[in-house]
């Protein structure tokens, strides 16, 4: 799941258009008030757009409210009449207390360490400068693109008996998984944290330090008040993503540990539980609009504090007493590095030599029966669905952000345009796996018979990737000044010229950036494709699963292999998207 960054691309230094020279009174006010009101509602390019928004709307209400409301309907309505009389059973089971406990607390515990090791991260990549701070940067963001069943394997293959660190025992433990939550979101409070940091202005800082106080307290009464939004929605965001983990926890936990997640897919697959299935998809769905919430609100505040900073001070070269930092930062790296050289090394090892075996019998698919097709076929259909996941995606992600950055000045649509963007963030807060398994359930009967349709994954693609199309496009648009578009009318552009010329030069980048985090999502979605794949037509995150979940040298070698194809694929698309220097992951 993910890089767009809380900051504006636009140079805050820059001069912006001047300020109208005043003119005459207007000798009809009550013509004046008309065109206020007017100007309440949309009109020109605003009214075109509200009227395409009606597109992704309509996506999201057949490719998510349908299938979610179909999945619910199986669990609370099984007769067509409404029954509730399994909630209190399924909420007493002590199996779901147990999965909700270690969701809970598994969730707040990744969150803390990623936040112990995100913040002197952020403060060393952002406000210090050293060689090789660029590429240390690419390091810490790799994890978060990365698959998640990738993730898994790098840390089975990492801490299991036969692994380097295989001699401390913790393999089926909760170990793995806590830091598998810390690799994965470690990006996100990097960026998130680190992109305001940057922008923070040194003077307060200095003067605080100036007048006797410690650096400590220079920290406590000056840093932290400034970075306390980014801090809150980073850590709000990591929560999330750690309480809605499924590949990472499917892989390491066995039957041991499980999240809501994953005993979601359980109760669907396993027992045809769709009563307890529904009742832990509503309990996660009020959890997570609980939070997508609160992170709303700390994203407002952010994007607050980060229009009232100056121009970014220059990073500074680290001193003596930077060397606490240095050190997390150190161990931070580490954490990244190890899990994913153990992950290479292994790939090339089979029976205690080194071969290239296992990437051989990717090519074959009889190599194994596991198999019906061969890896590089499950890499072709996997390359295929992301370029359809992300056209679909992009489209209507695009329309998206250009309505919901517009600000309207009556309260009403302002209402409406709020409205809209939580709508859109909705995928982030039900399982892949409800929405995949509606699909199945409800878009089964003509006119929208697609089940044994090829175009059904991508779709389903589309809808976890379509969040974070938003969400690295809005704040762009959001930081064009108004102003621009008035300067460019008053010189005689019409509404849809002087939109262009203001918007369209932020954007070009920003748009190769969430094409590439699109495409890279789509790459690694393991949950809803799991149940969608056709079985002569998985994508590699399918095939992986299907390897590790067969015991056998041979099936986990291949699996190695495949994960590290798999990997090098989402680190090459992020590459670019780097090299692009917009955002972070902390926009959601």
């Known amino acids: 799941m993910a890089l767009p960054t809380t900051s504006s691309p636009r140079n805050p230094s820059a001069p912006g258009p001047p300020d109208p020279a005043p003119g005459p009174p207007d000798p009809a006010p009550g013509r004046t008030s008309a065109r206020r009101r007017r100007a309440a509602y949309p009109s020109g390019p605003g009214l075109v757009l509200g009227l395409a928004a009606l597109l992704p709307l309509a996506f999201l209400a057949v490719f998510f409210v349908l299938p979610v409301g179909g999945m619910l309907a199986r669990g609370f309505l099984p007769d067509g009449r409404l029954d509730l009389s399994g909630v209190p059973e399924v909420l007493g089971r002590a199996r779901t ?62 801490l299991s008996t036969g692994g380097p660190l295989g001699f401390l025992g913790l393999d089926g433990t909760w170990v793995p998984i806590l830091l598998a939550f810390v690799f994965f979101n470690l990006a996100v409070v990097v960026r998130t944290v680190g992109g305001m940091w940057e922008g923070l202005d040194r003077r307060a800082e200095e003067s605080a330090a100036t007048l006797g106080a410690t650096p400590w307290q220079v920290w406590r009464t000056v840093t932290l ?71 709303a609100r700390t994203r407002r505040r952010t994007e607050g ?12 070269r680290p001193r003596r007493e930077d060397a606490a930092a240095l050190a997390v930062t150190a161990l931070a790296v580490a954490l990244v590095l190890v899990p994913v050289g153990t992950l290479v090394v ?75 963007d939580g709508a859109f963030m909705l995928p982030l807060g039900i399982s892949a796996v409800t929405v995949g398994f ?21 779709i389903a693609q589309a809808m976890v990737a379509l969040p974070l199309v938003v969400r690295t496009l809005t704040p762009v648009l959001r930081s064009v000044d108004p102003r621009q578009r008035e300067a460019a009318a008053a010189l005689g552009a019409g509404p849809w010229r002087a939109a262009w010329t203001a918007e ?45 979940s067969r015991p056998g040298a041979e099936n986990l070698g291949m699996a190695l292999a495949a994960s590290v194809v798999l990997a090098g694929l989402t680190v090459a698309v992020m590459a670019v998207v780097e090299r692009l220097r917009v955002g972070s992951v902390g926009t959601f």
């Open 438 to 458: 509606g699909f199945l359930i409800t878009l089964d009967r003509p006119p929208l018979d697609l089940r044994s349709s090829p175009v059904l994954v991508p």
């Open 346 to 420: 292994r790939s090339l090892r089979r029976g205690g030599a080194w071969t290239l075996e296992n990437y051989r019998m990717l090519t074959d698919p009889t190599s194994t029966p596991v198999l019906r097709v061969s890896v590089t076929d499950a890499v072709e259909n996997s390359l295929r669905t992301a370029v359809d996941a992300t056209v679909i995606a992009m489209t209507l992600g695009l329309i998206v952000a250009l309505v919901v950055s517009r600000r309207p000045r009556s309260p009403g649509w302002a209402r409406a345009v709020s409205l809209l």
């Open 225 to 295: 008040p400034a970075l306390a939004p980014a801090v809150v929605s980073a850590a709000t965001l990591v929560f999330l993503f750690c309480s809605t983990a499924f590949g990472v926890v499917l892989t390491l936990g066995g039957l041991r540990y499980g999240t809501v997640e994953t005993e979601i897919y359980l109760l669907t697959t396993q027992f045809l539980d769709l009563q307890g299935a529904a009742v832990l998809s509503v309990l996660q769905l009020v959890a997570v609009v609980v939070m997508l919430t609160l992170a």
């Open 97 to 158: 207390l147990r999965v909700l406990w270690f969701t809970l607390w598994s969730s707040a515990a990744g969150t803390a360490g990623t936040l112990l090791l995100g913040l002197p991260t952020a403060y060393v990549l952002h406000r210090l400068r050293f060689p090789g701070r660029g590429l240390l940067r690419a390091v810490v963001i790799m994890p978060f693109v990365l698959p998640t069943v990738v993730v898994g394997v790098m840390f089975r293959s990492l």
């Open 504 to 548: 369209a030069p932020v954007l070009a980048r920003p748009l190769a950036a969430a094409t590439g985090f699109a495409f890279a999502v789509s790459l690694g979605e393991f949950g809803a494709t799991a149940f969608l794949a056709r079985p002569d037509r998985p994508t590699v995150p399918v095939v992986i699963y299907q390897l590790i």
């Open 305 to 316: 504090a980060l229009k009232r900073v100056g121009a970014r001070a220059a990073a500074r």
